[in-house]
């Protein structure tokens, strides 16, 4: 076993992650994550610094050049796929999604995805709130008068 791949397995096992959380944040089979701490592949120099991210180190320790497994002060890490959840309320999460996706290169279906999970995360806050005593609800929906006060979509005007 190579000192890449030690270092690999030991330092996914620091943060805490899966080799299948790995595959998932890296967009890559789970068996490439495999084949790298098990020395059957090489990660490419991009995909090695994506992982150095990812488990908060550098590089060169990964490629046993140093023995300091922290990174230097100018390389932030990842943040976690799920770090929107302990945003304030859905508006700041959808920037922070945003800002993950970015750093992840997700797709544009994982990212609909995600906003569509923040939508329901926080659908229930968004209801407690209130407008006049009724539920907030979308601008083109009104209570109806004639109907009980059941909710009706407006005929749009052309």
Known sequence: MSILSARLKAARRARGLTQEQVAVMMQLEIGTI??????????????????????GTSTDYLLGNTNNPQPPLSAP??????????CPNLGEAALMIEEIAEAHGWSDERREA?????????RPQWLDQKKGGRPAVAAHVRPGADDGGALRRRKKSR
């Open 114 to 122: 995600e906003h569509l999970e923040a939508v329901r995360f926080f």
């Open 34 to 55: 495999s084949g790298y701490e098990r020395d059957y592949r090489k990660p490419d120099a991009e995909k090695l610094a994506k992982l150095a991210r990812i488990y």
């Open 77 to 86: 890490s990842l943040p976690p796929p799920d770090a929107w959840k302990s």
